[in-house]
């Protein structure tokens, strides 16, 4: 069952609070991906991972990290969140990067950083 | 500065109508561009990838075109259905790898009405 699963799917947090958000895949996918989505703007890159250990920074690395131990599990870590980072968080997965391979979508992890 | 635009922003039709979605993009160099259907609260689902200079895809009740010398795309959804209320992205890959970076436009919000 190809699947990409997020948790939590909603977390409320206060500002300089620490944020963990998971991601696992059952397809064993070398890359994945973590996107945050605003109002009015097309999906913005944070993360890439090309495989265990091996993340690279995408167009929005600030105030993020991430951490691949696994290659069916992908993290996300806030360290003292903002609430410039109140958004909703997608994972995604793709078998080998992007080239005519779909890409399978996680359905979100929604952050209210208060 | 927006490389993926999307038109209209958003768009009403009655069940059984026709519509038409429009992207135009500037990334170069464009390998491949994709069309996803995002339902609310959800992750995003693959409906068709375009590859070539001129490239048609079907799907079932959606097919798509592309022009790389327009850098133009449109997605055609035929006898809409109520299920079809979702937000539509359009996604243009820079190249055939992981080493790639996907640009996404901002979607098309469709309502289908009774």
């Known amino acids: 069952d190809m699947k990409v699963t997020q948790m939590p799917r909603y977390l409320i947090k206060r500002m300089g609070e620490n944020v963990l958000l998971e991601c696992g895949q059952d397809m064993s996918h070398e890359t994945m991906y973590w996107y945050r989505q605003d109002p009015g703007l097309g999906l913005q890159l944070i993360y890439i991972s090309y495989d265990v250990d091996s993340n690279s920074e995408g167009d929005i690395p600030k105030g993020y990290r991430v951490s691949r131990k696994k290659r069916e599990h992908f993290s996300l870590i806030l360290d003292s969140a903002k609430t410039n980072q109140t958004s909703v968080y997608f994972c995604?997965?793709?078998?080998?990067?992007?080239?005519?391979?779909?890409?399978?979508f996680g359905e979100g992890s929604r952050l209210i950083v208060v | 500065k927006t490389q993926v635009e999307q038109s209209p922003q958003s768009l009403v039709v009655r069940q059984g109508e026709n519509c038409v979605l429009q992207c135009n993009y500037s990334v170069t160099p464009d390998n491949h561009l994709r069309w996803f259907k995002q339902d609310t609260g959800k992750g995003l689902v693959s409906l068709t990838v375009?590859?070539?200079?001129?490239d048609k895809t079907s799907n079932g009740r959606y097919s798509a075109t592309l022009d790389k010398d327009a850098k133009h795309s449109t997605l055609h959804i035929t006898a809409t259905l109520l299920d079809d209320t979702a937000t539509y992205i359009c996604?243009?890959?820079?190249?055939?790898?992981?080493?790639?970076?996907?640009?996404f436009g901002a979607g098309t919000q469709l309502i289908v009405i009774p």
């Open positions: 375009l590859v070539d200079q001129k």
């Open positions: 996604v243009v890959g820079d190249r055939g790898s992981a080493l790639g970076r996907l640009h």
């Open positions: 995604a997965s793709s078998p080998r990067g992007n080239s005519g391979n779909t890409l399978y």
